[in-house]
């Protein structure tokens, strides 16, 4: 295997890890929403939510409509990481092709960022 698609399936596996350990709190914040727009502006503590869940429905149930997620998370972890080195590489190449100083070029590039972001740009 090449080292992207090393890269690219160690992203994946991330992106698996990633859904799965946060999928509950994303049913929680989920049931938090139903709940405050059906009672009042007053946010349900998440104590008692994940209680009722486990009581009512099953520890499973803290991981409902997790799969389309999951390949979402998958997908983009994949793809992140699989194209992280080569961008990188290709960056590199044309800095060293073009010449330029790369001391320079990461002063005007910070400088460039912090400008972009102080402007709201």
Not at 21 to 47: G, W
Request: one cysteine or more.
């Amino acid at each position: 295997m090449s080292k992207s698609s090393d890269d690219a399936l160690a992203g994946a596996f991330s992106g698996f890890i990633s859904r799965l350990t946060t999928a509950p709190f994303d049913v929680i914040k989920i049931r938090q929403q139903l709940a405050t727009h059906r009672e009042s502006s007053v946010i349900a503590p998440i104590t008692p939510i994940f209680r009722q869940i486990i009581r009512e429905e099953g520890v499973l149930a803290l991981w409902k409509g997790n799969i389309s997620a999951t390949y979402l998370w998958v997908g983009y972890s994949a793809i992140q990481f699989g194209m992280y080195g080569p961008l990188k590489e290709a960056v590199e190449d044309e800095i060293t092709l073009r010449g330029y100083d790369k001391n320079e070029l990461v002063r005007h590039s910070c400088l460039v960022f912090g400008v972009g972001s102080i402007s709201g740009k």
